[in-house]
């Protein structure tokens, strides 16, 4: 349906809303808002975004109203656990983390899943929590909420809670104590599992190969340093994702030669010390920009 542009559904405001937004500019495409606030399009490719509530997003995806979606891995998993298809996990994007964990008041001597035989469990993830019980072996009951879940336990409408969380202050908050993690989370982009129209397949392939450059050259790093010709063995293992590194002449210098490396992974300043240790010096670390 809808042309020949990409749609692609988005969290309207909350948590993934503005981190969503930012990815797609990220990847280059300039976004002007429809006058009803529902809605971007991109001046600079044929991509339409629709902004939902974040629970409507799979089934917007499913349907092929909207070709590609952003949404949490959990709302994605609750559905899929409820028997949900017709959309898939393209890749995951980096922001957003969260885990969903079991937790039980802080007093209560948690020794396994099997502690949680026979209790009532209050969710908003019945789905995904009833999958795990019977994995686990466990019956228990699910109370299943629409939200405040964490004030279940003292409300005496549940012993036990199965909720998202990120820093676990809400869980602190409510004398709760996170026990086990059924899933981990954070914001994935989707797929409609149903062909799309050739020339919105282009577009779409083209945004997922930026959004993966994005994601690579969030934590990657252009390393440079001086080092021994001696000691280059031993640098090119403590740099962490670099694969061969470049090694150039200095002038005037035999024995020591400059190192250029592309690191996928964080560097962190313990590796400027392994590096320094190892013999390298004048060590410089810059942010890479774009990286395809
Ligand atoms: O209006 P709409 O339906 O679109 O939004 P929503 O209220 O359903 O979702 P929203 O914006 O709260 O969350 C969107 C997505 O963000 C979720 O589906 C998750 O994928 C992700 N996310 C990441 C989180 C959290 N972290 C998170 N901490 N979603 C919810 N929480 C809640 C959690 O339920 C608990 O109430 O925050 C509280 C715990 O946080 P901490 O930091 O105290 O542990
Ligand atoms: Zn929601």
Not at 228 to 256: K, M, N
Request: hydrophobic share 45%; proline share 3%.
């Amino acid at each position: 349906m809808n042309s020949q542009r990409l749609h692609i559904a988005i969290q309207k405001s909350g948590r993934l809303a503005e981190r969503s937004l930012e990815l797609i500019g990220s990847a280059g495409y300039r976004l002007t808002k429809s006058a009803s606030d529902l809605a971007y399009s991109a001046e600079n490719a044929p991509i339409d975004l629709w902004c939902l509530r974040d629970d409507d997003i799979p089934t917007f995806v499913a349907d092929g109203v909207a070709d590609l979606g952003i949404v949490g891995r959990n709302v994605l998993a609750e559905r899929a656990a409820g028997g949900g298809n017709g959309l898939h996990e393209v890749m995951a994007l980096g922001f957003g983390r969260c885990r969903l964990s079991i937790a039980t008041p802080a007093g209560f001597d948690y020794r396994g899943p099997q502690s949680l035989q026979g209790l009532r469990i209050a969710t908003t993830y019945p789905n995904l929590l009833a999958r795990y019980l019977a994995e686990a072996g466990i019956e228990a009951s699910i109370v299943t909420m629409r939200g405040a879940v964490e004030v279940a336990p003292r409300l005496k409408l549940a012993d036990a809670i199965c909720d998202l969380v990120s820093t676990g202050a809400t869980l602190e908050a409510n004398g709760l104590v996170a026990q086990t993690t059924i899933l981990e989370s954070e914001a994935v982009l989707v797929r409609s599992t149903r062909k799309l129209d050739a020339g919105v397949e282009r577009v779409a392939e083209i945004l997922e190969s930026r959004f993966r450059g994005v994601a690579a050259s969030q934590d990657a790093k252009y390393v440079m340093m001086n080092a021994p010709r001696s000691a280059l063995a031993r640098i090119a293992e403590i740099l962490p994702g670099a694969g061969a590194p470049t090694v150039l002449a200095l002038a005037g210098r035999d024995d020591l030669v400059a190192v250029h490396a592309v690191c996928q992974e964080s560097v962190f300043w313990e590796t400027l010390e392994a590096l320094k240790e190892a013999g390298a010096s004048a060590i410089l670390v810059l942010p890479i920009e774009k990286m395809m």
